[in-house]
């Protein structure tokens, strides 16, 4: 079979190739899978921007506070966004600067403060 033959030569010709760790490709689909939403963009990039709360998310994305909330335990959960509270509110921002560059390919604009 052709395929089998051609199968045996793949790597022949990348010196030192080697597949990254299998955790490392897993975190990085989950995190891509995260960022598979439109909501979640726009979230990451007003957090970007600057720390805020749920309520003014919501205002900035023309979403309800609730789903907000959602969309924030998942990012939260996978790193790309920090909580602070203050009294009964919570302060969110996306400190990462992987999500920053990531966005700024994504979108084709830089995002963000420098």
Do not use: W
């Amino acid at each position: 079979m052709v395929l089998a033959r051609y199968s045996d030569h793949v790597h022949d010709g990348i010196a030192g190739f080697e597949m990254p760790d299998p955790d490392d490709v897993r975190r990085a689909a989950d995190s891509l899978r995260l960022l598979a939403d439109a909501t979640r963009i726009k979230i990451l990039y007003a957090l970007l921007q600057g720390e805020t709360n749920v309520a003014c998310l919501a205002e900035l994305v023309g979403s309800q506070p609730a789903a907000v909330s959602q969309h924030l335990a998942k990012l939260r959960l996978a790193g790309l966004v920090e909580g602070r509270r203050e009294g009964t509110f919570v302060y969110y921002t996306a400190p990462d600067e992987r999500v920053r560059r990531l966005l700024t390919e994504a979108l084709g604009q830089p995002v963000g403060t420098t």
